[in-house]
């Protein structure tokens, strides 16, 4: 909204007049936008803005756009003022009818499982999956393209197997570590995601609290739903936060959210270089088609490809050209330690040290962005070999991964080959949608009692103890590759005579 | 039918006394013939013939046939004329009630999704394979014997991995490249395929115009529902069109069809080597009994296994004695760059080079011929070898593959082992079927925009940048065999006292 | 029966009276047998006698038994005479009522699919397994214990891949081969396989019989269900025939068998070496469990364990002593080709040629003996490895395998790998079991065409052209096994809180 | 109980007025107890012990606890006296009505099949699943995590194949062995598990009786359901009985326990290293929650972890700073040979080996303590090795494993790898809840059968002939990774367009 001029009020009744194709104003958190011709540029398509023409669309807005989406994106004309706030009145009678979805939301929410019944991260997410939107599901679920890296992630840490020792004095473990300089109370962080609030109103302010009370370190994501200051205010004065940063086309802008980070005690710069554009994400492209029905469309003779244009609309604010001659002005705005987040090959970690980061992320985005990308543990023994090759020391210079990881055990698996801390992002995200910030609680928990039981039962003392020597990852790079279920699901079954024969 | 006579004009109603085993007269474009002597011969059993006798059997000839088959199978004396059009009227009246499947598959055409919501290739084959004929989908979708390379085709695809590069200035993508001198907007053709018409009436010419539209070449097959002269016709001036050719026992006929397609500006010649005689789909052979139903079969006493008659049918006309000592006749009727189609080990594609041809396919038939046969791509890391140890400059000599591929990263996988196309087949053949040349038009942009999207998370900017090393094939010998629905389908599981147990 | 007294008559009333536990006597073939003191060692169990105390057993005793069972294992004087044919009128009349099982099997036959709907051996199986007796499939379906290796030994043909050759002249391909020096039109041979009229009442003659119309060799099984005179007085003037031998105990007897075979034309004598004792084969046991029903058995107290006796009757008769010391005896008594049939390793096939033996079939038992045993075709390259090392000429001693064959592709992998032919059993045992001698008819059909065009599109022109280097076996020796019902089936799925929540 | 003092004698009545949480007082086994204040830290949680609340809880007690766990567990001050059994009449008539889960189980008992009908140790588990109350196979059946381990354990054996041997005398074939200087029939042996009476009121004394019959050797286990005296009592003269331990934080008591058995005539010490904590079962915490409700919980607001605290509770009494160093401590107490229970790498053995143990079993607890610990007989062939390597005698220290262990073909292929024996456990506690002490029999029978026949079908006459080369392990080490049912539960499969197409 304009700076300095004084706000000119407008009454809902003005607002409601424009409430077609033509004209249309929408309020968002009390102020009143004209986006008529922002109609056909916004990446979810313009039909879930005319369900909201001469309403207010704060409900809908809020969980899929970063704070500011709308400022930023409407020239300040389209600006028109703040709304009068007496003069709702009128439309907030028209009491919300809950949707069906709604209700059964809500029912469900009313007999799910005790908390306590959540045994395992496998739980938090079971609960979530069948409390939460399917269209917030969906969103946090889903993978790139056929899924097949976002299911890998997972299934690496299945192809490694312990070597436990026994006869070893293993009445006292610990497992607290030091990342980037900063204490953590666990080999893991609460690695950054969008959107948080599709899953709980109170969104990524979940994983502050809750991160504060169990001693590990949470990376601020640049597409919160909570805005950065939220998050930064949620914090204890101690505890530690990083900043997960998309590069902007306008460098200007990334350098004042850098140096605002910085200035308000952000501990670490986690650069995504994994997304110079967005991927291919099925499932959550499938729900914007429901969302708007196909007959309307048919008719309506609109050809628009929104999916493409969600990618494209996103990309124009990440920028692609982002590259390694871009470390210097990265490293002149901030004294924070840099760390590239996505990296996945050990040339480009050894091309990270010899930029001066203070480590990389093995990280494919979650198995987002593109399919077939390896996961973070399948490249990490590579990634170490090839760092000591080149002489980099990597107690300084660390190494993280991230995805797939439902387990402490996973996490001592990437410890044993050289992880310093693993990255946790969905199953923190479902504890939270199915339960709030005791959801959280529970999965800090859970985890906590794993390493105790985990490094107790392999003989290892502290994380110092747990050796590559105590895994065994031979069939790390084997063949284990995850269904392809649309092109099997379009393979005629080959059945002879049976179906003929099961008739007579 | 006879060049120089003046052709005698038929009656409908005369046409229609010959209506019997013992006298059968049909009619096809408006030609009259008598089959009567070639009922026993034909490749499709005599009772789909029969079920025609004395009437117009155009529209069930018309998907199946090469345009001339009848003139070309039928000695002239059989050629008895031309129906007088004007004493149809009777016969037409009849007006023909559509079958329960037309009408069922006018149901699903009018209720398909809309073409934007398929967003993959996988969604135009799961629409095609709905609301196609039940023998098109058949025929189209069918492999040899258990369809092991049919599905090894695609899932050898997923077993090479990616190995993406960061912080690369991807601002900009290029996929253009050139094939046999030619221009093409990606590194991609479509390969020639039999009985177009079987899936939409307009048939192959789907295919000429999206292409042209899109920048990618056409291969033009000879077993085409559409006519040679039709397909070249519907080629817009400037539009690049290939020819695959299935050498005849009679090289007369192949070398008119060679000169008449250089002569039409035709600019490569893919000769099929991988087809002496055609493999055996069960899937289509099954249609066939279906067809003519098993009681009447039992009853007739008939024993003609029609299955074994199609394929020696079919070879009579290939020539399969077809060798190396062909390849100078071959070059001596064309200056068109000669391609084998259908090569499967690099002895084949070094003698290839080593006999002057511009390239190979590697190819096994989209597995339509011999089962157990590799697939394209996972002979071609040896195939490279090779030519390079030989001495073959693999810019000059160009290796493309076939079979499987559903998605550009497929594409750019087979690029990066050293491809310099890839020929997709049914995918296209299927999108026509469920939208015609829209549907083309959608696989081609899907592919487009999947091509941008992988090159930039692979962080390669161009055709030239994606290198071997960015791929991991250490898999790709590996076994990951298809399932064996036909043994596995005869075999009893063993199951113990549970189904005892579970009774209780 | 005894040789030179005059038989008693017997009346069939006579027979009647003597129909209890305590006086037990049956009709088999026409004589009157006193089985009371036999009933306790009878292999299958005394029930299934007493069912047919005072009666005619011969339509049970038939498909089971080898034609001299009944009277090589009772004493001469339970031999009790003749009966007399005319007194069984009053039987007789109690016209027998077909079974349940008897109407459903008729009906089924009635309506099963036209012969010609046969289009691999695997259609052949699949109407046999739902026309025949579920005692008969069982037992001819059935494998050692898991069934790990029955399956296995399918499954191996699935990770040899073809290395197919193009542009060779292939208008004429043969396949015809001399086996032991006898002419074979195909690389094959109808293996030994026990209790054939199980299946069909002509039992193994439907082999013998369609065998001489296809060139092809067939083997006599020691426990056929027709005599050894039956299967070669059936046989054809010219028709080579090999005959399966079980070494007895009793080694008169065994000299009196290859005595006999040789001077009656035999060709060629397979000594099985897998069977010191009959293998575990639950399917098969499980019959007979549901024969006799389990409440009748609780009551009468009865602790005898059926299948152990069966498994160890039968090993009273075949000699677990046999060993490489009684090749000089075996030699001595006949001049035919010895082959060991059922070598599992190389060291016995080296052992095997330098007794002097003909060649070793490489073999399993068709699964039915040791579970876990490698397939034939899997320890092949290994067998001619050490065969050639050990200076052993493969085309004087050859090598056969067998065991999970259904193509003609599965055959010429094995001929490529080494093996002079290949034995196949069950799939032709299925042909007649549901369509009698045309079924066997039908499969050899199948299996030529097979040949013809895998050959063709092999680019081999006879079996000397297929070559090693026409296959890749890399894959051979990976592990790919079966799945283990029996474990799977017991164990309870972990299911978190997916089932509770999917009742919310 | 108090050892000097005469016990005061308590009425029912009075302990039925203490039934309260305030004040709890229970009867176990004819005395009372007060455990008001141990509520809290009862392992199993509260709940449970207030359900008895002023009654008697021997039954419910009885197969969950060591026979002193209340006496060791409640200070002196807490044991109240004994029961006025007299006074009990009253509490008796109010007969207990069976409960439904009860009435079930007793109907499936009286109909599984015959005891004759079970051919495989499968079987006896089929039968158990179905006739045991749902707690007891949980409990005996459950794994750690997400059981890959216990299952890994079974199918390791499947990767270990036969490379049989033929032409061998197997007229007589021998398996009898010395394990530790003691005969055993077979090589196996009773392994010790915890609760034998959850499945059978007679508990491990089934084991006891039936391995006397067998000449098999019983380990006893520390947490058995009867009392060490109960089971050495149970025992023949000559019986060999081993004995499990857990060493206690109070190494007093250990002491006590080793003398008090090695005086009894226990013949070996097998100290159980693998578990200084309980691990994590899914299926047996989950019993817990059933069994207490989810609305009471959250109503009473309860957040008390019971399945933290059962591990913990145990944790306190085996002793985790259990090492090395406590070697010769243990070798001062004992003269029995002593085997360390729970080794799973070869460096570990070599210590063993080192520090004067008897031998190791190379075992995970049965899959029930760290997940991704690998199967005993995976890590055999590199235990053996090393063993070798360092000089030990494999004669003298004995190397044993345990762990999914199904036929006897299982333990053979273990023998041939270097295994003295292997232990059994799960699947003689599933024939005893099946059919009591008979069923462990015919557990027995049923291995002794399927040893004789197993080899001689490898060719070998006793336990020495079993050698290396007679198993072809060279897959044992690849990846055959259990499927993860929790992971994949909550995988949401694409399915493009194909659901959609359905429903036209």
Same mark, same amino acid.
């Given at each position: 909204?304009?700076?300095?001029?004084?706000?000119?009020?407008?009454?809902?009744?003005?607002?409601?007049?424009?409430?077609?194709?033509?004209?249309?104003?929408?309020?968002?958190?009390?102020?009143?936008?004209?986006?008529?011709?922002?109609?056909?540029?916004?990446?979810?398509?313009?039909?879930?803005?005319?369900?909201?023409?001469?309403?207010? %669309? +704060?409900?809908?807005?809020?969980?899929? /756009? #970063?704070?500011?989406?709308?400022?930023?994106?409407?020239?300040?004309? !389209? =600006?028109?003022?703040?709304?009068?706030?007496?003069?709702?009145?009128?439309?907030?009678?028209?009491?919300?009818?809950?949707?069906?979805?709604?209700?059964?939301?809500?029912?469900?929410?009313?007999?799910?499982?005790?908390?306590?019944?959540?045994?395992?991260?496998?739980?938090?997410?079971?609960?979530?999956?069948?409390?939460?939107?399917?269209?917030?599901?969906?969103?946090?679920?889903?993978?790139?393209?056929?899924?097949?890296?976002?299911?890998?992630?997972?299934?690496?840490?299945?192809?490694?197997?312990?070597?436990?020792?026994?006869?070893?004095?293993?009445?006292?473990?610990?497992?607290?570590?030091?990342?980037?300089?900063?204490?953590?109370?666990?080999?893991?962080?609460?690695? %950054? +995601?969008?959107?948080?609030?599709?899953? /709980? #109103?109170?969104?990524?302010?979940?994983?502050?609290?809750?991160?504060? !009370? =169990?001693?590990?370190?949470?990376?601020?994501?640049?597409?919160?739903?909570?805005?950065?200051?939220?998050?930064?205010?949620?914090?204890?004065?101690?505890?530690?936060?990083?900043?997960?940063?998309?590069?902007?086309?306008?460098?200007?802008?990334?350098?004042?959210?850098?140096?605002?980070?910085?200035?308000?005690?952000?501990?670490?710069?986690?650069?995504?270089?994994?997304?110079?554009?967005?991927?291919?994400?099925?499932?959550?492209?499938?729900?914007?088609?429901?969302?708007?029905?196909?007959?309307?469309?048919?008719?309506?003779?609109?050809?628009?490809?929104?999916?493409?244009?969600?990618?494209?609309?996103?990309?124009?604010?990440?920028?692609?050209?982002?590259?390694?001659?871009?470390?210097?002005?990265?490293?002149?705005?901030?004294?924070?330690?840099?760390?590239?987040?996505?990296?996945?090959?050990?040339?480009?970690?050894?091309?990270?040290?010899?930029?001066?980061?203070?480590?990389?992320?093995?990280?494919?985005?979650?198995?987002?962005?593109?399919?077939?990308?390896?996961?973070?543990?399948?490249?990490?023994?590579?990634?170490?070999?090839?760092?000591?090759?080149?002489?980099?020391?990597?107690?300084?210079?660390?190494?993280?991964?991230?995805?797939?990881?439902?387990?402490?055990?996973?996490?001592?698996?990437?410890?044993?080959?050289?992880?310093?801390?693993?990255?946790?992002?969905?199953?923190?995200?479902?504890?939270?949608?199915?339960?709030?910030?005791?959801?959280?609680?529970?999965?800090?928990?859970?985890?906590?009692?794993?390493?105790?039981?985990?490094?107790?039962?392999?003989?290892?003392?502290?994380?110092?103890?747990?050796?590559?020597?105590?895994?065994?990852?031979?069939?790390?790079?084997?063949?284990?590759?995850?269904?392809?279920?649309?092109?099997?699901?379009?393979?005629?079954?080959?059945?002879?005579?049976?179906?003929?024969?099961?008739?007579?």
């Amino acid at each position: 909204m304009s700076k300095n001029n004084p706000e000119k009020i407008i009454t809902a009744d003005q607002v409601a007049q424009h409430n077609t194709r033509e004209s249309c104003w929408i309020i968002v958190h009390g102020r009143v936008y004209d986006v008529t011709e922002f109609l056909p540029d916004h990446p979810g398509g313009m039909r879930i803005i005319l369900k909201y023409a001469g309403q207010d %669309a +704060t409900e809908e807005y809020d969980p899929i /756009h #970063p704070p500011d989406a709308i400022v930023d994106n409407l020239p300040p004309s !389209k =600006h028109l003022g703040r709304l009068d706030e007496g003069s709702v009145e009128s439309i907030k009678q028209e009491q919300r009818i809950p949707t069906e979805e709604e209700r059964e939301m809500a029912h469900r929410h009313s007999t799910k499982p005790a908390l306590s019944e959540c045994i395992s991260l496998h739980d938090l997410e079971t609960v979530a999956r069948h409390v939460m939107p399917s269209k917030a599901w969906m969103y946090y679920s889903s993978g790139a393209d056929d899924e097949i890296t976002l299911r890998a992630n997972h299934s690496a840490y299945h192809r490694i197997w312990f070597r436990p020792r026994v006869m070893r004095d293993v009445s006292r473990v610990h497992f607290s570590t030091s990342l980037l300089g900063q204490k953590s109370s666990m080999p893991l962080y609460v690695t %950054a +995601t969008a959107l948080g609030k599709l899953g /709980h #109103p109170m969104g990524e302010l979940n994983l502050t609290r809750s991160a504060a !009370k =169990h001693g590990v370190i949470q990376m601020i994501p640049t597409l919160a739903s909570c805005s950065f200051d939220e998050i930064r205010s949620a914090a204890l004065e101690n505890q530690t936060q990083w900043l997960q940063l998309y590069v902007n086309r306008n460098r200007d802008i990334t350098e004042k959210i850098v140096r605002r980070a910085e200035s308000s005690g952000v501990k670490g710069l986690f650069v995504t270089v994994d997304a110079p554009q967005l991927g291919r994400r099925e499932k959550d492209m499938r729900m914007k088609f429901d969302d708007v029905g196909t007959d309307e469309q048919k008719e309506s003779g609109e050809k628009i490809d929104r999916s493409q244009g969600a990618a494209r609309a996103i990309s124009s604010f990440i920028d692609p050209s982002l590259n390694w001659n871009d470390m210097g002005w990265l490293k002149s705005i901030t004294n924070m330690p840099i760390v590239l987040k996505g990296v996945q090959c050990w040339q480009d970690a050894v091309l990270a040290a010899q930029h001066g980061c203070a480590g990389v992320v093995l990280s494919n985005h979650g198995g987002r962005q593109l399919d077939f990308a390896p996961s973070g543990v399948e490249i990490l023994p590579e990634v170490m070999s090839a760092l000591r090759d080149h002489g980099v020391s990597t107690d300084k210079f660390q190494v993280f991964v991230d995805g797939g990881v439902r387990r402490a055990s996973d996490i001592i698996k990437a410890v044993a080959l050289g992880a310093k801390a693993v990255g946790i992002g969905r199953p923190f995200i479902y504890a939270y949608s199915a339960y709030g910030e005791e959801g959280v609680d529970r999965a800090m928990e859970i985890l906590r009692d794993e390493f105790e039981m985990c490094l107790r039962l392999l003989g290892a003392r502290s994380l110092d103890e747990v050796t590559p020597e105590m895994v065994n990852c031979s069939n790390l790079g084997s063949a284990d590759i995850p269904k392809d279920y649309l092109f099997t699901g379009n393979y005629e079954r080959l059945s002879g005579l049976n179906d003929k024969m099961s008739k007579l």
